[in-house]
């Protein structure tokens, strides 16, 4: 079978812009499945809407070569299939014009520092921050952070950014606007932080000049797997390798405050907003802390995917209850919207049987998540006065994810964090109820709630009866 590449596209329609008039003019670090069909898909319409082809992308992969590996040899083009209602037709883009290694040789400093560059965006997931989040400072004492502040060529975002921004300063070159596009709180002026952190440890001057907006990005987008690349090839007739799948919804609101030109990604549906943080918390606290309860508690019901956690009424039912009843009377939507609508909404894009989104996939990195998507949630019920029970459910089903970890089968998997080391050595050798009050009585991953022992002892007894009992055992613990 033919490979899916500039000249061979099956019975797929060529890519516009033409992959061939297209020019560098942005950097992205973390190619994974997302960018490819979040920024890279938007900045494909912004230049066919805008006529300006220099908005090409020169992507970076973080941890591993595999996607750069792949898409290289197709000329950077690849699929884009949505599932479900509303589903547009699968349509090829051509938008990231290098796919480079950025774990190997690759030199993303000097790209970053190329004056035709003035754009960078990221996708590099919670823990590519390097920061501890419970703190939401850099992880200076971090083995990586320490070697890139050594003196190696650099491997850490806050190092890449800190290293190429002071360059750039010093070459004369135009500053760089830098977009997070991650799942954290007010992201980009955390991510400017971090960035400072590690200039002044290292001694690099960061000029003003750069802006750091903070972004919402919104898309579902499962891993893709071999049945899925097989499956397209027998469809289109062309063999691509890296191709992704998505849910048809897509939404980005960037803060209008950029150091200078960017792609017309308005024209193609972005949002500029002045502050992004009313749709950040909105969508971290609702959104992403549902897919948390449905990935933690849907494994021990052995619901394998998303939209069959979803459909199990007592999961959406505690799901609902905790957007109407812990979030909302927390969280400020923005103008136009209510947490419950947008709750509803969200749980309906959940359903969709089309996707093949799976809990154990949300459950991975859970130390990074839980702090933004539900600690954070049941703080500020503390604040005024309520316990948010449904909050603490979810973290109780994380803490029996760290302590047991199993997969939908109920066999036990590896525990997928990068803290796993530390979440181990804290639970190892105490039976389940003991090993769950150790987690959460520890500042290092709950922070100040490990000090609240109400908090510690409900959780403690959600965690349990759900290890005894299964999720009918919680649903009677929680009095459902
Ligand atoms: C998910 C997100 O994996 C996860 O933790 O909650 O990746 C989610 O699918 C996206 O944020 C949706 O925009």
């Not at 349509?91 to 690759?106: K, N, Y």
């Not at 850490?156 to 135009?174: D, F, H, Q, W």
Request: aromatic share 4%.
């Amino acid at each position: 079978m033919t490979r899916l590449g500039l000249d061979h596209h099956g019975d797929l329609p060529a890519p516009i812009p033409d992959p061939r008039a297209v020019t560098v003019g942005q950097v992205h670090l973390g190619l994974g499945a997302f960018h490819r069909a979040h920024q890279a898909v938007y900045t494909a319409d912004a230049m066919v809407r805008s006529g300006e082809n220099h908005w090409g992308i020169a992507a970076f992969t973080q941890r591993s070569g595999r996607a750069a590996r792949r898409l290289a040899p197709q000329g950077g083009v690849y699929t884009v299939v949505e599932k479900g209602p509303d589903a547009q037709p699968a349509r090829l883009i051509g938008s990231v014009r290098e796919a480079l290694d950025g774990s190997g040789d690759a030199d993303v400093i000097a790209r970053l520092c190329d004056p035709a560059v003035r754009v960078v965006t990221l996708t590099v997931t919670e823990k590519g921050y390097r920061h501890d989040p419970v703190t939401r400072q850099l992880a200076l004492d971090s083995p990586d952070i320490a070697a890139d502040l050594a003196g190696r060529a650099p491997h850490t975002v806050p190092a890449i950014l800190a290293t190429a921004l002071a360059r750039r300063s010093a070459l004369g070159n135009a500053p760089l606007t830098v977009i997070s596009c991650d799942n954290l709180p007010e992201n980009g002026r955390l991510l400017h932080r971090l960035v400072a952190q590690y200039a002044d440890a290292a001694g690099l001057t960061l000029d003003d000049a750069h802006r750091f907006p903070s972004t919402v990005v919104d898309r579902i987008v499962p891993a893709t797997t071999d049945a899925d690349i097989a499956a397209l090839e027998r469809a289109h007739g062309a063999h691509d390798a890296a191709p992704v799948l998505c849910e048809p919804f897509r939404q980005w609101v960037i803060e209008n405050d950029f150091a200078g030109p960017v792609p017309a990604w308005s024209a193609a549906g972005a949002s500029y907003v002045d502050d992004a943080t009313p749709w950040e918390l909105m969508k971290l606290r609702v959104l992403n802390a549902s897919h948390s309860i449905l990935a933690y508690v849907g494994l021990r019901s052995g619901h394998r995917r998303i939209s069959d956690a979803v459909a199990d009424p007592t999961l959406e039912q505690i799901c609902r209850r905790f957007i109407d009843e812990d979030v909302a009377p927390v969280v400020d939507a923005p103008t136009g919207v209510t947490v419950s609508e947008y709750g509803d909404q969200v749980l309906r894009r959940f359903a969709n049987r089309a996707l093949p989104h799976t809990t154990l996939q949300v459950a991975a990195d859970g130390s990074q998540k839980i702090g933004p998507r539900l600690l954070d949630t049941v703080r500020d019920g503390a604040t005024g006065g309520r316990r948010a029970h449904w909050a603490v459910l979810g973290i109780a089903a994380w803490a029996l994810h760290v302590v047991d970890p199993i997969d939908a089968d109920g066999t036990p998997t590896v525990l997928d964090d990068p803290r796993a080391g530390d979440l181990v050595a804290c639970v190892a050798g105490l039976a389940t109820p003991q090993a769950v009050r150790r987690l959460l009585s520890d500042t290092r991953f709950v922070g100040d709630l490990a000090d609240d022992t109400d908090f510690v002892d409900t959780a403690v007894a959600y965690a349990t009866a759900l290890h005894r009992g299964g999720i009918a055992a919680l649903a009677s613990e929680v009095s459902l």
